[in-house]
């Protein structure tokens, strides 16, 4: 990957230098997420680019275990402008490609801002394109990778101030671009996803460890079936520093009442015929991604002209969505990471339960 594929301006499944897609669905974005340690506060930031609807728009949210503060942005993209990613309050800046990002939310009337930086301290992983094609029109086909690393700032909600530091607050941020459903046009695909055969629900992790990262994105049928998987692990440059590809994983899954996700103990199966096996324990800080427009809030979707400048936001509390169910939708639990004597942390996204 070149430096300049870290910026929102990819105009095809490859790099730069391929034309652009005439879908309105084309997308260009990134998902970035900070995680305590301690599981006491989560924060995410969004940011896409639509070119072919002439739109930039983005999300901040922090989230603690019994509130979270959602603030969204949208704006027409002026003169086809992408490298700018400023939305109203809402700021994302590249310092060193690959390697190191600022993000910040100025004040705003909804109490939540920040401002830090992120650097990575292992290799991205290289690209995988997740395609899913029925009777020659395109359900998912779109390029991705993922990254992870440590930030240095500051969050607040409200009164409270949140110090982020290396040794404190690890993070994860997630690249992708083409195209794929719920993206600037509403439609019904309850069809097309049985044909396509890609099950109901779906789970994507990203975590952290000192020897390694881990990223997959397993669909599945209701009942744990497998559908379509891509997994990745890259270790870290004490650890070689090599990418190697996840054949299949098994999950062995703890849930409450109400399927409240608890825990899972994860085989990480290599190609190479090596298993890791990986614990992840809920900590008490969810991420609900409805906030962000994951899914669509209030018949907006990622992607929809909402004219000039637009922010919205509000405040769920409780954030839990068996008491509120306006947050159910796709949960972003932050995980305790367990593998040998090594503890990390990271997301781990489910698109089912609570």
């Not at 391929?18 to 930031?45: C, I, K, P």
């Not at 409200?158 to 110090?163: V, Y």
Request: glycine share 10%; net charge negative; with cysteine.
């Amino acid at each position: 990957m070149a430096r300049l594929d870290d910026a929102l301006i990819h105009q095809s499944y490859g790099t730069i230098d391929n034309v652009v897609e005439t879908d309105a669905r084309w997308f260009d974005r990134f998902y970035f997420n900070v995680q305590a340690l301690d599981g006491s506060m989560s924060l995410s930031h969004g940011t896409g680019v639509y070119p072919n609807q002439h739109v930039m728009d983005g999300f901040g949210i922090v989230a603690t275990p019994d509130a979270q503060v959602n603030v969204r942005t949208s704006r027409e993209l002026v003169n086809g402008n992408r490298d700018e990613m400023d939305i109203g309050p809402l700021h994302a800046e590249i310092l060193e490609p690959m390697r190191r990002w600022r993000f910040r939310l100025d004040e705003n009337e909804y109490g939540i801002s920040y401002d830090f930086t992120y650097t990575a301290h292992f290799k991205a992983m290289e690209t995988k394109r997740l395609i899913s094609m029925v009777d020659d029109r395109r359900v998912w086909d779109w390029s991705h990778f993922s990254h992870v690393g440590q930030v240095e700032g500051f969050a607040r909600m409200g009164d409270r101030k949140f110090t982020l530091a290396p040794k404190t607050h690890w993070a994860i941020r997630d690249r992708s671009w083409g195209v794929r459903p719920g993206v600037a046009v509403l439609e019904d695909l309850s069809a097309w996803f049985r044909q396509a055969n890609w099950g109901t629900r779906y789970n994507w992790v990203c975590v952290q460890v000192e020897s390694f990262y881990l990223w997959y994105f397993q669909t599945q049928d209701e009942d744990g079936t497998p559908r379509f998987f891509k997994g990745l692990v890259r270790w870290s440059e004490g650890a070689g520093g090599a990418e190697e590809t996840v054949s299949k994983i098994s999950r062995r899954f703890e849930f409450g009442a109400g399927e409240h996700f608890q825990s899972v103990e994860v085989g990480v199966h290599l190609e190479s015929g090596r298993v890791l096996n990986v614990k992840m324990r809920r900590l008490p800080t969810t991420v609900h991604l409805r906030g962000g427009n994951y899914g669509g809030y209030n018949g907006i979707i990622h992607g929809m002209k909402q004219g000039p400048l637009k922010v919205a936001g509000e405040r769920w509390e409780p954030t839990d969505s068996r008491k509120n169910p306006i947050t159910l939708g796709i949960l972003d639990h932050v995980v305790e990471v367990a593998y040998q004597s090594e503890r990390g942390c990271g997301i781990f996204e489910l698109s089912f339960g609570s």
